[in-house]
């Protein structure tokens, strides 16, 4: 059922808000035929944590709707492959950065893969662009808007009149009120590094300024062009990022590139929470991806991260879990039920298209999911090919329903329990009451229910199922 992608919905207008203007926009990319994205991607020196998919997991949506709606979308999320973190585990370990990094780079394919996330057109790691960066860098000294001090070249701020459009902060209070380090190479507290020198047991490259590596700003910002071209249509990120990454991202590509737009659309996902407080190590509730794929299915936390608006804070907890997991089981229950009912596999998945307008609704994925709701509703109410392939159009659109119903009920967490050992004890249960041996019939139950499968005798036999939590 996974193999088909929904057809492509009638033309319906595409509203997103826009963190610069603080307006929701209708869309229109700049070339009507190529939609061009970026989204900043992780630095990798560890496992990802649950609250760094949300974006990941929530313009996926997005990427697939625009992909719907244009012929050519350009989607690069980055590797940052080179950072003061990277750096000191590398050292740490006593090994090379490219060690670590391949390793994490990896690990995190796999967990978005894991949470259903189709990989993006570039994923351009910041090592392989140090040329485009220095030439960069080189015109923005040209420009007079960054200058050479002590090895380092900073980004001079003040000779950016418009800096601090998008967090809404004004210039000359920054620099009065900076409390930053004071660092004696900047002309300004608020001026922010595009280069820095290396010591030998760092990683670096030979540059005009000497052999360094560079500010994590102007990685984006080189990449970006060097992918996407100097003014794209969306740039994307976590809330987090919009001060100073953003803005130093908006001063550098706008004064390297002749005061051209860099980005036209700003989005900006909402961070999660854990249990109503800020996930940290300290607190010890720190998530990583990876092992919540081993305890719950991926849908379930596909479906938490996309249960609330984007741009809003999401809260995470077991009993969010717990009934993302119940909203599915409703969800594949009515597949099972219509599983008799085939559909024809060379046509298309339809778009249902109250959910695709929710979408279109600056990824209203709430609304989208009640639409779900409704249409599961629907196609239990009145079982027929067309509620059953709207159901499945409309699970994946969101990356979800996309399994067998039958597979769904099978799976402990992440993995599945030995059903040929269930089929088995279900078996022996079957020929010990038909023997109206019912003590041994209750005790095959018992045991069935401590490995957490639950059954349920029906007029057409006995069905199993794993509870998930
Ligand atoms: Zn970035």
Redesign the pocket.
Known sequence: MAGFAPTAPPAMPISLYNSLSRRLEPFAPLDPNRVTLYL?GPTVYNYVHIGNARGPVVFDVLVKLLRRHYPQVVYARNITDVDDKINAAALEQGVAIGSITSRFAQAYREDMAGLGIAPPDVEPHATAHIGQIIEMIQALIRGGHAYEAQGHVLFDVAAYPTYGALSGRDTDELIAGARVEVAPYKRNPTDFVLWKPSTPELPGWDSPWGRGRPGWHIE?SAMSAAHLGETIDIHA?GVD?LFP?HEN?IAQSTCAHGGKVFARWWMHNGMLTFDGRKMSKSLGNVLHVHALLKMHPHEALRLLLLRGHYRQPLDWSDAAIAQAISTLDGWYRVLRELSGIELDGTQPLPVPERLEAALCDDLNTPQALAELSVLADAARQAPSPATKAALLGGGAVLGLLQQDPEAWFKQAGGSEVDAGQVEALLEERRAARAARDFARADAIRNELTSMGVVIEDGAQGTRWSVAKH
């Open positions: 900043c984006c990120g990022l990454h991202e």
